[in-house]
């Protein structure tokens, strides 16, 4: 999962119309690349569900709040555990977020290709 796989990629995503035959195999490449993209996109995502798992498991309740709680202290003991919480939310928000900008690049490029097969097929149509 590499930007400059996706770099590549997205080089690939031309369209030349110069003649019948030459346009189906770039039509043939621009499939590729796409399927390539799935393939990039999928380990994204294992990458987030990663990064989502992780920050569900940790930081379980801290030693101050479970003291605070059996002396008594339950309310300043849920401020505790409610701003771990946002922490934990936060710090997964920011892990996240340059795999999300990398899925939506990839969703933008697939989408690319299909504008650009379209345009292959009514020009292959056409003559």
């Known amino acids: 999962m590499d930007i400059r796989s996706i770099q590549e990629l997205n080089s690939k995503l031309t369209l030349t119309l110069d003649n019948p035959k030459s346009v189906k195999l770039q039509v043939k490449q621009i499939a590729l690349a796409q399927k390539q993209l ?17 920050a569900n498991q940790s930081y379980p309740d801290s030693v101050l709040s479970v003291g605070l709680d059996i002396f008594g202290k339950s309310r300043l003991a ?6 771990t919480r946002r922490q934990i939310e936060r ?33 292959i149509l056409s003559n």
């Open 38 to 54: 799935r393939t990039i996109k999928k380990e994204v995502n294992i990458a987030i569900r990663t990064i989502n798992q992780a």
């Open 78 to 83: 849920g401020t505790i555990r409610s701003e």
């Open 91 to 123: 710090h997964k928000i920011d892990a996240r977020q340059p795999y999300l900008d990398m899925k939506d690049w990839i969703d933008r490029l697939i989408l690319e290709g299909d504008r650009l097969k379209l345009i292959a097929e009514e020009y």
